[in-house]
C-alpha cells in the first residue's frame, strides 16, 4: 500500500531564510508525486507535480521539489521565504496508472517569523 | 474557470439531522472526490467517482454517509443521522482522467465545507 511521511509537524522559518519541507513516501513503482498548499480557511491549492522525466521539478510561487528514487523522498525547496508563504503543506502519492487515489501526508505547517 | 464550487461554506446542525453538502467540479473534469479533514485523522479519501460513477468507496465511514453524482456538473455528499464526530472540513476535488482512469491529473480543490454537529 502506497504511504506518504511528513516528518516535521510544525517547522518555524525566519523571512528570507530558506526552506525545505521534507517528503518520503512508499510506493511500489513509480509513483505521482505532489505537493499542496493550504492556507488558513482555504482549500488546497496544487503547488508542482512530479511524473516522470526530471527530476527537479519547478512549481508556483517560487517553490521546487526534487523526487529522488534512491532515497524515496520528494522534498519541497524555496531559496527565501516569504511571510505570505506562512501555511499548511501537503506531500501527496498516487499510483502511475489505475486507481486515482491519493495519498497525502499529515501535512507541515510552517510558521514565518520577522 | 470558477473553480470547483462548494456549498454551503458553513454547516451548524444538531445531532439527528440530516446534512447535504453538494459540490459543481470544474466543467471538463471527469473525476470527483470526497475527502474530510480533520485535526486527529488529517485529509481522509471518503469517495471518488468517475464518469459519474462510483469507483472507490472503501473510506466511507458507515451506513450514515452517502454520496451520489447523477450527472457530470453535481454530486452531493449526505449523512443521515448526523452525530458530532462528523465535524470536520468535507473538501471536494475533481480532475480529469484519461484512458478509464489509466492516466491522472492533478486534482483541484473546492474551499470545502464547515461542518459542526452540536
Known amino acids: 500500500a502506497q504511504s506518504v511521511t511528513q516528518p516535521d509537524i510544525h517547522i518555524t522559518v525566519s523571512e528570507g531564510a530558506s526552506l525545505e519541507l521534507r517528503c518520503n513516501y512508499s510506493y511500489g513503482a513509480t509513483p505521482y508525486l505532489f505537493w499542496y498548499v493550504q492556507s488558513p480557511g482555504q482549500g488546497l491549492q496544487l503547488l508542482l507535480k512530479y511524473f516522470s522525466g526530471d527530476t527537479l521539478v519547478q512549481g508556483i510561487k517560487g517553490f521546487e521539489a526534487e523526487f529522488k528514487r534512491s532515497q524515496s523522498s520528494f522534498n519541497l525547496r524555496k531559496p527565501s521565504v516569504h511571510w505570505s508563504d506562512a501555511a499548511e503543506y501537503f506531500c501527496?502519492?498516487?499510483?502511475?496508472?489505475?486507481?486515482?487515489?491519493?495519498?497525502f501526508g499529515t501535512g507541515t505547517r510552517l510558521t514565518i517569523i520577522p | 474557470d470558477a473553480g470547483v464550487i462548494q456549498s454551503p461554506r458553513h454547516e451548524v446542525t444538531e445531532m439527528g439531522q440530516e446534512v447535504t453538502l453538494r459540490c459543481k467540479p470544474i466543467?471538463?473534469?471527469?473525476?470527483l472526490f470526497w475527502y474530510r479533514q480533520t485535526m486527529m485523522r488529517g485529509l481522509e479519501l471518503l469517495i471518488y467517482?468517475?464518469?459519474?460513477?462510483?469507483?472507490?468507496d472503501s473510506g466511507m465511514p458507515e451506513d450514515r454517509f452517502s454520496a451520489k453524482m447523477p450527472n457530470a456538473s453535481f454530486s452531493t455528499l449526505k449523512i443521515q443521522p448526523s452525530e458530532p464526530r462528523d465535524s470536520a472540513v468535507y473538501f471536494c476535488a475533481s480532475s480529469f482522467s484519461a484512458s478509464g482512469g489509466t492516466l491522472i491529473w492533478e486534482q483541484y480543490f473546492g474551499p470545502g465545507t464547515r461542518l459542526t454537529v452540536t
Open positions: 466543467s471538463g473534469h471527469n473525476s
Open positions: 467517482f468517475n464518469n459519474n460513477v462510483p469507483i472507490d
Open positions: 501527496a502519492v498516487g499510483p502511475s496508472f489505475g486507481n486515482e487515489k491519493l495519498t
